[in-house]
């Protein structure tokens, strides 16, 4: 009414859930394929659960509650009537004129009272389905937040200076891996970071509520920061694997030589 720009709508202008999930099942089988026995990929068929779980929320969050709006407006209504019904018995109760200052006085408190109970009441009943869908969207956030904690827990002990120094291998340290597997491992744990913001940022695609973009702005920010310390220790790995292979050129063209 006030606006007249429209945005054309288009496949590329939002994010699609089938293909985040589809996304998510490539990093899936990678991960498997690569490392069965890791727990890495433990982590992904439970993101691949959540995700479908996320994917029904936002559902939820966009459709109205038709059954709670036809309770509050009932609700609403109730207290209109009950607030119009208390102020007509008042003022048939009471000889406004013969009424003292006084009176007047404890009549206009006692409506002014009422006035603000049924605002609180009308408040109440309005927001109640907005506080609803975000109570469901903060618990859905929560998992996808620790999730990400899980992701860099399973990187932590992915040391590259073990690799670069070439430190002594205890009982206690993690197995050992090739600068090539290690990045692999890396760039599978940084994929399912950046598949986890985005399946935080489908929490605010149709539902528009500053409390929730607050806290999915605080996970895509926990994942990106995750995301910078993977991507610091696979540029270590790159270096290396990049000296391991001019050292093996170096040697192939001195034999030829």
């Known amino acids: 009414m006030f606006f007249k720009t429209k945005f054309p709508s ?13 996304t998510l099942d490539h990093v899936k089988s990678r991960i498997e394929q690569t490392f069965p026995d890791a727990g890495l990929g433990k982590v992904a068929i439970e993101l691949r659960q959540v995700a479908q779980g996320i ?10 509650l ?13 207290l209109i009537i009950f607030a119009v019904w208390l102020s007509i018995l008042t003022i048939s109760f009471s ?20 006035i603000i109970l049924l605002s609180i009441g009308i408040i109440f009943f309005a927001t109640l389905e907005n506080r609803l869908k975000r109570k469901k969207a903060f618990q859905s956030l929560h998992r996808l937040r620790s999730i990400a904690h899980v992701v860099d827990m ?7 200076s073990i690799i670069l120094t070439g430190a002594e291998i205890t009982a206690s340290s993690p197995r050992p891996m090739s600068p090539e597997a290690l990045t692999r491992y890396l760039d599978y744990c940084a994929e399912l970071l950046a598949i986890n913001s985005k399946l935080a940022a489908l929490h605010v695609q149709y539902f528009q509520d500053s409390e929730v973009l607050k806290i999915v702005n605080e996970v895509e920010m926990l994942a990106h ?13 790159d270096v290396k694997v990049q000296e391991v292979e001019r050292g093996g050129t170096t040697v192939e063209k001195d034999e030829k030589e």
């Open 10 to 22: 288009g496949k590329y202008s939002e994010l699609d859930p089938a293909h985040i999930v589809k």
């Open 55 to 64: 994917i029904s929320l936002v559902e939820e969050l966009r459709r109205p």
């Open 66 to 78: 038709w059954s709670l709006r036809i309770l509050t407006i009932i609700g609403i209504t109730g």
């Open 95 to 114: 000889n406004t004129g013969q009424d003292g200052l006084m009176e007047t006085l404890q009549g206009v408190e006692s409506a002014t009272n009422e």
């Open 154 to 160: 399973h990187q932590l002990s992915k040391d590259p």
């Open 225 to 237: 920061e995750l995301s910078n310390k993977i991507w610091q220790k696979i540029m270590i790995l």
